[in-house]
T-cell receptor
Framework: QKEVEQNSGPLSVPEGAIASLNCTYS??????FFWYRQYSGKSPELIMF????GDKEDGRFTAQLNKASQYVSLLIRDSQPSDSATYLC??????????????FGQGTILTVHP | DVKVTQSSRYLVKRTGEKVFLECVQD?????MFWYRQDPGLGLRLIYF???????EKGDIPEGYSVSREKKERFSLILESASTNQTSMYLC????????????FGPGTRLTVT
């Protein structure tokens, strides 16, 4: 089982819709969770992070965390064509030799069509 | 703005060659990372460093080594390149205490023939 797993997509949504990106992780002790966005041919950039169970909102983006289910998601409201990118879920280890190290999922390709 | 630069965007090497990939950051970041990115596998950590002359293995260190002689520079070395090391290599840096806030360089597309 992969440590961090994402639905690989591609995910296609119409402009204005809600895009839902999902991620599960295997290390139950993980404490911190991150979403990076990577445009085609570009490098990843951090867009959201969440530490506590529940929702965290930032503009059109909402990160959701459920530690009991080992599940983190990213919702993009009012999706725009400019949101079309690969979204990478990343998880930070709880401690020991993995402390501070990010483990990335394989990414979900999102396409928002007009 | 944080700037992370990598020595080459594209590189073609032959099997068995020694390959150096250089990464420089200009924000005095203590943490630096080397990843490779392959389709369907995402970003995989090769090595990272929390300080000068300090290095730690990531998830896939086999076939690679690193060097960090100065704070701003982190080098990835392929001692004897092999075709399965054909990949996109991404360097990143992050501020102390915020290693999740990684700033990535533009990447080096390495092809080993």
């Amino acid at each position: 089982q992969k440590e961090v797993e994402q639905n690989s997509g591609p995910l296609s949504v119409p402009e204005g819709a809600i895009a839902s990106l999902n991620c599960t992780y295997s290390d139950r002790g993980s404490q911190s969770f991150f979403w990076y966005r990577q445009y085609s041919g570009k490098s990843p950039e951090l867009i959201m992070f969440i530490y506590s169970n529940g929702d965290k909102e930032d503009g059109r983006f909402t990160a959701q965390l459920n530690k009991a289910s080992q599940y983190v998601s990213l919702l993009i409201r009012d999706s725009q064509p400019s949101d079309s990118a690969t979204y990478l879920c990343a998880v930070r280890g709880a401690g020991g030799t993995s402390y501070g190290k990010l483990t990335f999922g394989q990414g979900t390709i999102l396409t928002v069509h007009p | 703005d944080v700037k992370v630069t990598q020595s080459s965007r594209y590189l073609v090497k032959r099997t068995g060659e020694k390959v150096f990939l250089e990464c420089v950051q200009d924000m005095d970041h203590e943490n630096m990372f080397w990843y490779r990115q392959d389709p369907g596998l995402g970003l995989r950590l090769i090595y990272f460093s929390y300080d000068v002359k300090m290095k730690e293995k990531g998830d896939i260190p086999e076939g690679y080594s690193v060097s960090r002689e100065k704070k701003e520079r982190f080098s990835l070395i392929l001692e004897s390149a092999s075709t399965n090391q054909t990949s996109m290599y991404l360097c990143a840096s992050s501020p102390p205490g915020r290693n999740y806030e990684q700033y990535f360089g533009p990447g080096t597309r390495l092809t080993v023939t």
